[in-house]
């Protein structure tokens, strides 16, 4: 029951900002790392960012002073500011989740979300 509703993708141009949101849907007990992963045409997946429960964050290189990921635990969320968007930057991007279904469990694989388009035009 547990999905990743995904939302915030479009077409700008470069330079532009855009905000990506995921959200958390359905019955668990505790949201762990969220991560940030996306994929161009032709290439293979790559990850973009991560930010842990403890709210460590982490960036690919080439989005770091571009990019902010942020988590709101009360709206079992995470967020992709992207800024300075760069034509680059067009991908799929997908959210994606661990999380501790009921109190007793440990930690379960990730959950993904459907991803949204991101394109950005010179």
């Known amino acids: 029951q547990v999905q990743l509703v995904q939302s915030g993708g479009g077409m700008v141009r470069a330079g532009e900002s855009l905000r990506l949101s995921c959200v958390a849907t359905?019955?668990?007990?505790?949201?762990?790392?969220w991560g940030w992963y996306r994929e161009a045409p032709g290439k293979q997946r790559e990850l973009v960012a991560t930010i842990s429960v403890g709210e460590e964050v982490k960036y690919q290189e080439s989005v770091k002073g571009r990019f902010t990921i942020s988590r709101d635990n009360a709206e079992k969320s995470t967020y992709l500011q992207m800024h300075s968007l760069k034509p680059e930057d067009t991908a799929v991007y997908y959210c994606t989740v661990n999380l501790i279904q009921r109190e007793s469990d440990s930690w379960t694989d990730d959950y993904w979300g459907r991803g949204t388009q991101v394109t950005v035009s010179p």
């Open positions: 359905g019955t668990f007990f505790s949201i762990g790392d």
